[in-house]
């Protein structure tokens, strides 16, 4: 039986992302909240607007790619991942906390150049090439750690 676990995302940073490196591996990870909205009618024929706030976590090579670039809150995002869920005991409160986020293993900026920065700088004077580079690397990264495998 074939499984599949794919997330496809177009949505606007709620905050400027949020770099770190892991104690534990020394890998750099970068994590940041993403809007999605749905627009309908309700039954009085209202227009309403739903927004959902999605977790977004890269590691590696992908954090150090939106730390080059610069990119920040209210950038348009299409992002492609699949879902995690980890859980946690809370240090303050003893209880157990869980989270569902989805792991990024790609992404596209979709704000137009020059746009959703106050300075102007970062990505929005990338070439496209520069921008999507390192999906190449990131391809042969995972393709290079499947050469580790026992099968």
Same mark, same amino acid.
């Not at 090579?61 to 859980?87: F, H, M, P, W």
């Not at 137009?112 to 391809?139: C, F, S, V």
């Given at each position: ?83 995690? !869920?980890?859980?946690?005991?809370? =240090?303050?409160?003893? #209880?157990? $906390? ?6 990024? *293993?790609?992404? %596209? ?9 106050? !300075?102007?700088?970062?990505?929005? =004077?990338?070439?496209? #090439?520069? $921008? ?6 990131? *391809?042969?990264? %995972? ?9």
């Amino acid at each position: 039986m074939a499984y599949l676990n794919k997330v496809q995302l177009i949505g606007n940073l709620g905050k400027d992302p949020e770099i770190r490196v892991s104690p534990q591996t020394g890998k750099k990870a970068v994590s940041f909240s993403l809007a999605t909205s749905r627009r309908y009618r309700d039954n009085n024929g209202e227009q309403k607007e739903d927004t959902q706030w999605h977790n977004i976590v890269g590691w590696g090579k992908i954090a150090d790619v939106i730390e080059q670039l610069q990119v920040r809150k209210g950038t348009t995002l299409y992002v492609e991942g699949r879902l995690t !869920n980890r859980s946690w005991t809370d =240090q303050a409160s003893g #209880q157990k $906390r869980y989270v569902t986020e989805v792991l990024l *293993d790609s992404f %596209q900026i979709l704000t137009p150049r020059g746009n959703g920065q106050a !300075n102007g700088n970062g990505y929005g =004077q990338q070439t496209q #090439q520069q $921008r999507h580079a390192y999906q190449n690397e990131y *391809d042969q990264q %995972q393709a290079d750690d499947c050469e580790d495998l026992p099968f």
